[in-house]
């Protein structure tokens, strides 16, 4: 059974600062490109053929768009300390895109952001807030592709389908 993750993978001009505060405070970052995530990861047996049918189904009908991130959030919650990068513009398209994914059903809340960092704790969170807080750059791009990501047996990001929404 495969584990998977549907997300985008937005190509800013300045992505190397994106990069550096991932090197720094995501321990995924040497194993997955900086990303949205539109679905999060779910284990399934559906084909690769059939998976692609049902996200062309999802996507159809939405064109590509301009979206533009900036700022950090921090969020504490179940699954761990996290900090986000913020999408400031946008938002909507994505939310559209994942509930399209869902077929509606989703199980929780989206909101659209691009995870930065994860911690062991509050204190470490903290920190790295305040080392980036500041941070007045915005990153702007236009999302033109959805991409199936398999997750490897160590983590690894094998890129499995990408489906390009249309002008």
């Known amino acids: 059974m495969k584990e998977r993750t549907i997300m985008i993978f937005p190509q800013f001009r300045n992505i190397e600062i994106i990069d550096e505060i991932r090197r720094k405070y995501d321990p995924l970052s040497n194993l997955v490109r900086p990303h949205i995530t539109l679905v999060f990861p779910f284990k399934s047996e559906i084909t690769t053929e059939a998976l692609s049918a049902q996200i062309k189904k999802a996507v159809n009908g939405i064109s590509p768009f301009e979206i533009e991130l900036g700022g950090f ?23 559209k895109l994942n509930l399209n994914l869902y077929e509606g059903k989703q199980p929780f809340s989206y909101y659209p952001h691009m995870t930065v960092g994860k911690f062991e704790n509050i204190e470490q969170l903290e920190n790295a807030y305040n080392d980036v807080k500041n941070c007045t750059e915005t990153f702007t791009t236009v999302v033109d592709t959805v991409s199936v990501e398999e997750i490897g047996e160590h983590g690894e990001s094998i890129i499995e389908i990408e489906i390009g929404l249309e002008i």
């Open 73 to 95: 959030l921090t969020q504490q919650d179940k699954f761990g300390n996290y900090l986000f990068l913020n999408v400031k513009r946008g938002v909507e398209y994505l939310k």
